[in-house]
């Protein structure tokens, strides 16, 4: 199949949740440190998110926000979902998106151990007093040093990350989003309780995988309850910004055990984090990971890794690996993939170069100028 085959699957309706998309492709989250200092989205973002809906994406996901104004921030320049301020940023962003007839959903994320830039002044914190491997991102503004260990989490700092989480999903609502993603992957802090060389603890949260996963299962009940009717979806990942060479221990085994205490969510939001579908999504056996979601929730599935390369994306959809795509890199240099792939126009390749040396839409805007 190539970029002129005009039946492509992913040109296809799907429903998700109460959601009506009209097609399988949608936006991958990604960081891109372009609020103001104070967490506020800007009018260059609904700008920058407009145009995935213009360019004819079933559905965009936020890049992460931070739910709360105490430890969870990753990045200076991320937004959050925390204050008045936020939530009218917000609504901006999401009036813009709607206007071309678009739902979007707010990804909210809880940096914990890995966080290189919190405006509240505050430490890190994280399952246990374990330092997280690899090195901060210089791209999203880390110094490149190692991070440090964060303090190990009491019961309190876990109940005050899940009511942050759910009163950030009330503003997303309130901002008019038309669902929530919990960010569980990628070395984030859900991440790192589900991670057992980053959580060594020996409580209710600690221990085999099924006590592991117990904060994202009380993430999501919190989250669901305070959104009511919204869908809610999950993103989990084997690889981590800081480790891409990670998988669940336990294979499969874990695979099952982890998705089976996530069936409520709305869909699954499978990530690779940069590395292509094939590479982080196979299984021993031949299966992949996404294909395994499904078949544990009877859920919808988002499959994520190099869903640009039309052929494979087209496989993942009638392979029954996954029931929508999403696009990072592929987005970024292709706004309007969705409307290229129907009328048959070739895909224009990612440049790195629109990342450096910052991830933000400062240095998207500038690449774009020297083209």
């Known amino acids: 199949m190539t970029t002129t085959d005009l039946a492509h699957p992913a040109l296809a309706p799907f429903d998700l949740g109460t959601l009506r998309l009209r097609n399988r492709f949608t936006v991958a989250p990604m960081t891109r440190i372009s609020a103001t200092p104070d967490g506020t989205p800007t009018a260059r973002m609904a700008g920058y998110y407009r145009e995935f809906a213009a360019g004819g994406f079933g559905l965009i996901t936020t890049e992460g926000i931070y739910p709360d104004a105490a430890h969870s921030q990753g ?3 991320q937004p959050g979902l925390v204050t008045d301020a936020h939530v009218a940023g917000w609504r901006t962003v999401v ?4 206007a071309e007839g678009v739902p979007i959903v707010a990804q909210l994320m809880h940096a914990g151990a890995i966080s290189q830039g919190n405006s509240y002044g505050n430490g890190t914190i994280g399952p246990s007093a374990v330092a997280p491997p690899g090195r901060m991102m210089a791209d999203y503004g880390g110094v490149g040093g190692p991070w440090s260990a964060p303090r190990e989490m009491t019961t309190r700092d876990i109940d005050e990350v899940i009511a942050g989480f759910a009163a950030a999903a009330a503003n997303a609502k309130a901002a008019g989003f038309d669902g929530v993603e919990i960010h569980g992957a990628n070395g984030y802090l859900l991440d790192q309780f589900l991670t057992g060389y980053t ?3 020996t409580d209710e949260y600690g221990g085999p995988v099924r ?10 009940d919190a989250v669901r309850a305070a959104v009511g009717e919204l869908p ?3 993103r989990l990942s084997q690889t981590k910004v800081n480790d891409f060479t990670y998988r669940w221990p336990g294979g499969a085994d874990d695979a099952r055990v982890i998705f089976g205490a996530l069936a409520e969510a709305t869909y699954l939001h499978i990530a690779s984090e940069g590395r292509n579908f094939l590479e982080t999504a196979r299984l021993a056996d031949g299966s992949t990971i996404t294909q395994l979601a499904r078949e544990v929730t009877g859920k919808p599935v988002i499959a994520n890794g190099g869903m640009h390369a039309l ?3 087209a496989d993942v959809l ?3 690996h996954a029931d929508l795509l999403s696009l990072g890199t592929g987005a970024l240099a292709n706004p309007d993939l969705p409307r290229r792939v129907e009328t048959g126009r070739p895909l224009d ?6 990342l450096h040396p910052m991830a933000n839409l400062d240095t998207a805007a500038a690449w774009r100028a020297r083209r």
């Open 211 to 220: 006590d592991r996963v117990r904060l994202h299962v009380r993430v999501l």
């Open 349 to 354: 390749p990612f440049d790195r170069e629109m």
């Open 75 to 77: 990045y200076y320049g």
């Open 95 to 98: 009036d813009a998106v709607h």
């Open 318 to 320: 009638t392979g029954g």
């Open 232 to 234: 809610v979806g999950v």
């Open 199 to 201: 959580n060594l603890r």
């Open 311 to 313: 052929p494979q994306a």
